[in-house]
């Protein structure tokens, strides 16, 4: 029997559906609770805390020699600037902690809070892009100079001349809105001393348990084998529970100093305040077309708006490097330049959250093929088909390698799917009735699955990518599956069994996967980039090759036959073409405990390690939307969105659409509803779900989805990921499809979200345009 | 702060006294007062509805009522939906159509879809989507949940 491909239930499930499930709340039942003090301010200097003498509160001058995070990248365009665990001197974002108090109760944590006060004398802050660059702005950091965290550039020789042979050049500046990844869960973490040992005990809702036991090991100068860290059940993470936050730090701290379990549960506004943001961006794009279409060339000026401080271990390079290379996506683009800078602002700090740029440079782009084609009188379809990659593999001109893929085919397939010419009739009718449709695609590749060669192009001096994994069975036959990787809802636990369950020939029932738990999983890098499927499940897949082969041993030794003719499906090894077989259950048991019979098995009895870290492969897709506007309010209705999606060899098609129906409706908030806003003096606005608008199930249409499939050998499985493409695509096919409705009022749309508020104004600004003319 | 309260209500049928602060949340009774940890906060001010309860069989964020407005009331958790080990319909619809991924919103949904389900066993698409808005999921774009709903309603009605 065969099990990848099939949709198997997940085995995570049950337990979730019933209550039982083990998140990191549920952990801190009897623990101290601590509760933090936070910046009121968004820039000043810290006069003094005032609390009443018998609350003990936790400082920067309590905690001692505790170092700050400093997270780096190895290049000479990059200032790198320490995050004190606790604000001492200064405090650079509204949310920033300060101190903290510790408590028997939430409730009485928040009673102490509140008697401490702080004094704060003011400063200006700088909170936009426009502001942190103006001439004489006030530094967020002294060291870097006109709050310019990272400043890089790329240029091709002839990126000039191809602008000045062109037959059409377009350009714009697209801005996207500052989003917050909003796991349901907010972060929080338990950590319990052990008198015993030593040891402390951190349950974290991380995505990253083994560099979270790294950073604060090093925060906190200890070995990193005083640190147990265990990833429970994550509520999600998006890439918010990636990086290292101070909090963690000091619930590790106040665990080995006051020697018990202490605990700290986000509530929704600080994980709304003072947990990450992402994708605040500005791109200045121009784009060099010949008269046929073909792109020639494209300059792009990236700003992003990255807070007050770098994430640890991503670095604050994250959104505008990843930018700068991926800009051409699944185009092809003969010269380039551009600039991606990371800013200093006095806001929250950004992080990584899914998609990482992509969604804002494929927005970017994909405006730019619709609003070139509308000037260059040529189709949306055709334009792309003009420019598409379609020979394998491609090196971009940033120098990234794409390997097989179906970018063209995708972009067919979905036109076919919604038949854009009896859509073009029916817009045209609807235009009469004064109603307003537009269609809008977007064609994207997604990077899924980067190992080391990825990260170290970044020159990121803690370089993530590759992912290990042990296998052992046990004397009863069943297998376990220990994996650095560390997922969090994705339902990579199954998917897992069922690569495994094939490579060994067993039933994915007996294998159990084991994650999130340093001392029972090698070091790995955790759950990001759509890498956990391809490299923790072509970890398994190599590991679970060399697993077979010893049990082809000790088959063949049982069984008196070569171990070459030995294959083994359903818990059962045969002798190829004899009814000779034995149950690989008898086999574990005779290779634990008749060893002495199997000697060529000696070194590792029934165990393997593998190690996976491939250069990364790409999946694709093609979105294309159907959208309603109406004019009058402003509202804008989703009618239909389809995605073509080639994610290579689908192990569990039931979790693949699932991840690409999550991400689309993440793309969709990006596009049309949720923006984190600041006033002037940096003070949120948007701190409750009440401001901060997560769409719900009204807002969200179904989410149609077809399959391609091409495999590729930069996959050892020949899956590819899919954990961010919805969330990349959906985007730039919704800006597209509302620039299409509202073409006829010369309106393009240039920013999102895009908001009912946005677009009357868009209209009446339109209006007023055409009637100047 | 201090003074403490007797609340008396049952849960999942079984009659529970605790002594609470009059300011304890319903949610935070149920989580740390009867260790009924399937109820979860995800937002704490009523927006979320990850902590979806049933009181008097009405869906209830539990995080805007207080335990001591429950006195002598039928709370009904996701603890209580599974008969041993038979999941409950809805349980088991999510199960067999991925209405599920981190599992964070699950009991909230769950709930609120017990209610909607006891209410009205026939309910239409276009009047469950809007019903099931009341509560937010960031993982599955909403899509296999209203799938999983509607095949439990199905399998309701046989």
């Known amino acids: ?773 | 702060m201090s003074d403490r309260l007797d609340v008396t209500f049952t849960v999942n049928g079984d009659k529970r006294t605790i002594c609470v602060e009059p300011r304890r949340s319903l949610a935070d009774a149920l989580r740390d007062d009867c260790g009924l940890t399937g109820t979860h906060l995800g937002c704490e001010h009523g927006v979320c509805g990850a902590c979806t309860v049933l009181v008097d069989d009405q869906p209830v964020r539990s995080c805007l009522m207080f335990a001591v407005q429950a006195e002598a009331a039928r709370v009904r958790t996701v603890e209580g939906l599974a008969a041993g080990d038979k999941l409950h319909p809805l349980q088991q619809a999510f199960w067999d159509h991925h209405g599920l991924q981190c599992g964070f919103c699950t009991p909230g949904f769950l709930m609120l879809a017990v209610s909607i389900l006891e209410r009205d066993p026939d309910i239409g698409e276009p009047r469950l989507r809007e019903a099931l808005s009341s509560n937010l999921c960031r993982c599955t774009g909403y899509q296999n949940i209203l799938k999983s709903v509607l095949a439990a309603a199905a399998a309701m009605r046989k």
């Open chain 1, 1 to 773: 029997m065969r099990w990848v491909g099939r949709s198997l239930p997940r085995y995570e499930d049950p337990i979730l559906l019933q209550g039982r499930g083990r998140y990191t709340a549920v952990l801190a039942r009897g623990a101290r609770i601590l509760r933090f003090l936070r910046s009121p301010v968004s820039r000043g200097r810290i006069l003094a805390l005032n609390a009443p003498p018998e609350i003990p509160i936790i400082t920067t001058a309590v905690l001692g020699d505790v170092k700050p995070v400093c997270p780096r990248l190895d290049r000479p365009d990059y200032v790198p600037v320490p995050q004190p665990i606790l604000a001492h001197d200064r405090v650079s974002y509204v949310g920033e902690p300060i101190a903290a108090v510790i408590a028997d109760t939430a409730a009485q944590a928040e009673d102490l809070a509140e008697q401490v006060t702080i004094e704060i004398e003011t400063e200006t802050p700088v909170v936009t892009l426009n502001q942190a660059l103006a001439p004489g702005a006030p530094l967020v950091h002294d060291t870097a100079a006109q709050n310019t965290l990272i400043d890089a550039r790329f240029e091709t020789p002839e990126v000039g001349a191809a602008f000045a042979a062109a037959h059409q050049v377009v350009e714009f500046t697209f801005t996207s809105g500052r989003q917050a990844a909003m796991p349901l869960e907010p972060r929080g973490a338990v950590a319990a001393f052990d008198l015993a040992t030593g040891r402390v005990l951190l349950s974290a809702s991380t995505q990253m348990p083994h560099l979270l036991r790294t950073g604060v090991a090093d925060a906190l100068g200890i070995p990193e084998s005083e640190l147990r860290v265990i990833a429970p059940e994550v509520g999600g993470g998006f890439g918010q529970k990636m990086a290292l936050i101070p909090e963690y730090v000091v619930v590790v701290w106040a665990a080995r100093h006051f020697a018990c379990t202490v605990a700290w549960i986000e509530d929704r506004l600080e994980n709304l305040t003072a947990s990450f943001h992402a994708r605040d961006q500005r791109l200045h794009l121009r784009g060099a077309f010949h008269a046929d279409g073909s792109l020639l060339a494209i300059d792009a000026d990236i700003l992003c708006n990255v807070g007050a401080y770098s994430n640890f271990p991503a670095t604050c390079g994250v959104e505008p490097l990843m930018a700068m290379a991926d800009m051409p996506g699944p185009y092809r683009v003969p010269e380039y330049r551009a600039r991606a800078r990371g800013i200093a602002t006095n806001t929250c700090p950004m992080a990584p959250y899914r998609g990482v740029s992509r969604p804002v440079i494929t927005a970017a782009m994909e405006r730019l093929m619709d609003y070139a084609a509308a000037r260059l009188e040529l189709d949306p379809l055709e334009i792309r088909r003009r420019n598409l990659i379609t020979e394998f593999p491609h090196t971009s001109v940033t120098g990234v390698v794409h390997d097989p893929g179906s970018y063209r085919e995708a972009m067919e397939a979905a036109a076919r799917v919604v038949d854009v010419a009896q859509f073009r009739e029916r817009q045209q009718q609807a235009r009469l009735d004064g109603r307003w449709l537009g269609l809008g695609m977007s064609v994207f590749a997604e990077r899924t699955g980067p190992g080391t060669p990825a990260f170290a192009a970044r020159r990121m001096v803690i370089t993530p990518g590759y992912e290990r994994v042990e296998l052992v069975m046990d004397p009863s036959g069943f297998l376990e599956a220990r994996i650095g990787s560390s997922p969090h809802g994705q339902g990579l636990r199954t998917a897992l069994a069922q690569l495994l369950a094939d490579e060994i020939g067993i039933a994915p029932a007996e294998i159990r996967v084991i994650s999130g738990d340093t001392d029972r999983t090698p070091y790995g890098w955790g759950t990001f980039a759509s890498r956990s499927l391809v490299l923790a499940g072509g970890a398994c897949k190599l590991a679970a090759a060399a697993l077979r082969e010893r049990l082809q041993m000790v088959a063949g030794q049982t069984l008196e036959a070569a171990a070459s003719d030995i294959e083994i499906s359903d818990g059962r090894a045969f002798v190829r073409g004899t009814d000779l077989a034995v149950d690989v259950r008898q086999l574990a048991r005779a290779a634990y405990h008749q060893s002495h019979r199997f000697e060529a098995i000696a070194d590792t009895g029934l165990s393997a390690v593998a190690t996976y870290d491939p250069y990364g492969t790409f999946s694709n897709a093609c979105h294309i939307a159907i959208v309603e506007v109406d004019v009058a309010t402003g509202q804008v209705t989703i009618e239909r969105f389809v995605v073509v999606e080639d994610a290579g060899r689908l192990v569990n098609p039931m979790i693949v659409e699932g991840q690409i129906h999550g991400g689309v409706a993440q793309g969709i908030a990006n596009a049309l509803y949720e923006k984190v806003v600041y006033d002037d003096g940096g003070n949120l606005l948007t701190g409750s779900l009440a401001d901060y608008l997560v769409p719900t199930m009204a807002e969200i249409p179904r989410i149609e989805i077809h399959h391609l499939a091409t495999l590729t050998d930069a996959s050892v499985t020949g899956a590819k990921g899919v954990g961010e493409g919805g969330t990349i695509g959906a985007p730039a096919a919704i800006l597209n499809a509302v620039s299409d409705a509202l073409a006829p009022f010369g309106i393009d749309i240039f920013e999102m979200p895009i908001t009912p508020q946005s677009i009357a104004q868009l209209l009446r600004e339109g209006g007023a345009k055409r009637n100047e003319r």
